[in-house]
T-cell receptor
Framework: ETGVTQTPRHLVMGMTNKKSLKCEQH?????MYWYKQSAKKPLELMFV???????ENNSVPSRFSPACPNSSHLFLHLHTLQPEDSALYLC?????????????FGAGTRLSVL | GQNIDQPTEMTATEGAIVQINCTYQ??????LFWYQQHAGEAPTFLSY??LDGLEEKGRFSSFLSRSKGYSYLLLKELQMKDSASYLC??????????WGAGTKLIIKP
C-alpha cells in the first residue's frame, strides 16, 4: 500500500466514449502527477499539479484533460481517444513538486481503447 | 538528446546475486533514482544516489559514478519475490526526471 489509490484498475472504452480516471492520495502531499506507461517504453510525464495548480503540461493531446479539485484528488478526463492511447496510466504524488522528492505511485489504470 | 539505457530483461537464480546496470546521457545531473515495479502494481522507491559511491540498504545496494554516467543496482540473496521490473531515472539540470524503459528481472528456482 503506497498511500495512492487509483480507480478504476482496468478500463475498456470505445473511441467515442468519455470516461474519467481518478487518483486519491492519503499522504498529505502537495504535488500530484499523471504518467503514461507503455510496454517496454520509459514512463512519460503528462501533467504535474502543485497545490491544485497545473505546473507542467508536456505536450499532451487535448483529448486528455486533467483536473485537480483539491490537493488529495486528481482526475484525468478522457474523450475521443485513439487505440494508441492504450497503456497503463499511473498517478503519483510527492511532498512538493521538487523532483528530488520521492514520488509515491498508485497501481495504475490499465486502459484499452477499442 | 537525453537517454537512459538499461537491459530489457535479465534472468537470475534464487539465492544468487544480480547487478542491473543503468547508463545515462543527460543535460546535467541532480541525482539518480531506482524504483521497483511488480507486475500490475505501483512502482515503489528503492534508492536515490547523488554522490559517487555505493549505498547499501539490506539486500539491495545502489552504486553511482557520475564521471562515467553509470549506475547499478545490486541485489543479493535473491528471492522469488524480487521478480519485478527495475526502473532507473535521472534528474537532469532542469530537475526533469528522465526515465529508462525498465529492466524485467526473472528469478528462477
Amino acid at each position: 500500500e503506497t498511500g495512492v489509490t487509483q480507480t478504476p484498475r482496468h478500463l475498456v472504452m470505445g473511441m467515442t466514449n468519455k470516461k474519467s480516471l481518478k487518483c486519491e492520495q492519503h499522504l498529505g502531499h502537495n504535488a500530484m502527477y499523471w504518467y503514461k506507461q507503455s510496454a517496454k517504453k520509459p514512463l512519460e510525464l503528462m501533467f504535474v499539479y502543485s497545490l491544485e495548480e497545473r505546473v507542467e503540461n508536456n505536450s499532451v493531446p487535448s483529448r486528455f484533460s486533467p483536473a485537480c479539485p483539491n490537493s488529495s484528488h486528481l482526475f484525468l478526463h478522457l474523450h475521443t481517444l485513439q487505440p494508441e492511447d492504450s497503456a497503463l496510466y499511473l498517478c503519483a504524488s510527492s511532498q512538493d513538486p521538487d523532483k528530488k522528492n520521492i514520488q509515491y505511485f498508485g497501481a495504475g489504470t490499465r486502459l484499452s481503447v477499442l | 538528446g537525453q537517454n537512459i539505457d538499461q537491459p530489457t530483461e535479465m534472468t537470475a537464480t534464487e539465492g544468487a546475486i544480480v547487478q542491473i546496470n543503468c547508463t545515462y546521457q543527460t543535460s546535467g545531473f541532480n541525482g539518480l533514482f531506482w524504483y521497483q515495479q511488480h507486475a500490475g502494481e505501483a512502482p515503489t522507491f528503492l534508492s536515490y544516489n547523488v554522490l559517487d559511491g555505493l549505498e547499501e540498504k539490506g539486500r539491495f545496494s545502489s552504486f553511482l559514478s557520475r564521471s562515467k554516467g553509470y549506475s547499478y543496482l545490486l541485489l543479493k540473496e535473491l528471492q522469488m519475490k524480487d521478480s519485478a521490473s527495475y526502473l532507473c531515472a535521472v534528474l537532469d539540470s532542469n530537475y526533469q526526471l528522465i526515465w529508462g524503459a525498465g529492466t524485467k528481472l526473472i528469478i528462477k528456482p
